[in-house]
């Protein structure tokens, strides 16, 4: 079964850092993209950011591109979003999803992220 | 970027009855790569339905998704009580992946 399980969500404030990560099992970790997808409160969901299986590609949506950077280490089956220059815009509850392809498959269950002063 | 609009913002049936969700594109979904996603309060979203029109594992056969190029369409054959939640389309045929604004299923 796969498993998706986040963490390092919190209080930040705004112009602060904060790493979030995602312990994956259940799955050949990297055999798969995966993607980072928020929902802020009362809004859609929102794509963030993918990278590929081994690493070797990423994308990230232009509204975070230059200040969120997502990563993995395939020897942990961890996926990590390191967010810099938080904005107040960018709270949210933030998923780790498995992917196929681009396709976003499998979600865990979130992580809050506020960004307050 | 791919836009997508979804209609109608919210739609109230009853148990039992047809539910017609609209996902549209500003331009053609390459591959027609078109997800649906259901999204319930403090569940994960779920895969509904991938491709346009292929479910996902495990997905009941009153779900289906139809389309193609810009106009998709997810339809509930019979609405059971769990299925009251909001409905998501998004394209991942290019980058920026894109989610519709969603559509929301309330019961009547």
């Known amino acids: 079964e796969v498993q998706l399980v986040e963490s390092g969500g919190g209080v930040v404030q705004p112009g602060g850092s904060l790493r979030l990560s995602c312990a994956a099992s259940?799955?050949?970790?990297?055999?798969?993209?995966m993607h980072w997808v928020r929902q802020a409160p009362g809004k859609g969901l929102e794509w963030v950011s993918l990278i590929s299986g081994d690493g070797g590609w990423t994308y990230h949506a232009d509204s975070v591109k230059g200040r969120f950077t997502i990563s993995r280490d395939n020897s942990k089956n961890s996926l990590y979003l390191q967010m810099n220059s938080l904005r107040t815009e960018d709270t949210a509850l933030y998923y780790c999803?498995?992917?196929?392809?681009?396709?976003?498959?499998?979600w865990g269950q979130g992580t809050l992220v506020t960004v307050s002063s | 970027e791919i836009v997508l609009t979804q209609s109608p913002g919210t739609l109230s049936l009853s148990p039992g009855e047809r539910a017609t969700l609209s996902c549209r594109a500003s331009q053609s979904v390459g591959s027609n790569y078109l997800a649906w996603y259901q999204l319930k309060p403090g569940q994960a979203p779920r895969l509904l339905i991938f491709g346009a029109s292929s479910r996902a594992t495990g997905i009941p056969d009153r779900f289906s998704g139809s389309g193609s190029g810009t106009d998709f369409t997810l339809t509930i054959s019979r609405l059971e009580p769990e299925d009251f939640a909001v409905y998501y389309c998004m394209q991942y045929g290019s980058t920026p992946l894109t989610f519709g604004p969603g559509t929301k299923v309330d019961i009547k």
């Open positions: 999803a498995k992917g196929r392809q681009w396709l976003v498959h499998c």
């Open positions: 259940g799955f050949t970790f990297d055999d798969y993209a």
